[in-house]
């Protein structure tokens, strides 16, 4: 099971590859920001270069000011693998 705080996980989304306890973390794929009142969050996909694990970033502010990343506690890691999913939905014709 990965555990990271949100400070590390932070750190990983900006640097793109850091090491925790003698592991390099590196960053698989960012999704974009997603906009829910006031703050955005955007997944984080990234490997230990064996599992391949998902975590959130949020933040609060304003593309016209500074964004205020949320750094507080232990982050919410799941372990994840890439399948493909097939949607059907109803779209205008």
Avoid: H
């Amino acid at each position: 099971m990965m555990k990271l705080t949100q400070e590390q996980l932070n750190e990983l989304f900006f640097e793109e590859e850091i090491e925790v306890d003698g592991i390099t973390l590196k960053v698989v794929e960012e999704g974009a920001f997603e906009q829910d009142g006031k703050y955005q969050a955007a997944e984080l996909i990234f490997t230990d270069g064996e599992k391949f694990y998902s975590g959130f970033i949020s933040r609060s502010g304003s593309p016209f000011s500074d964004w205020i990343y949320d750094d507080w506690g232990d982050a919410d890691i799941t372990e994840v693998e890439k399948r493909e999913v097939v949607v059907t939905k109803w779209v205008a014709v």
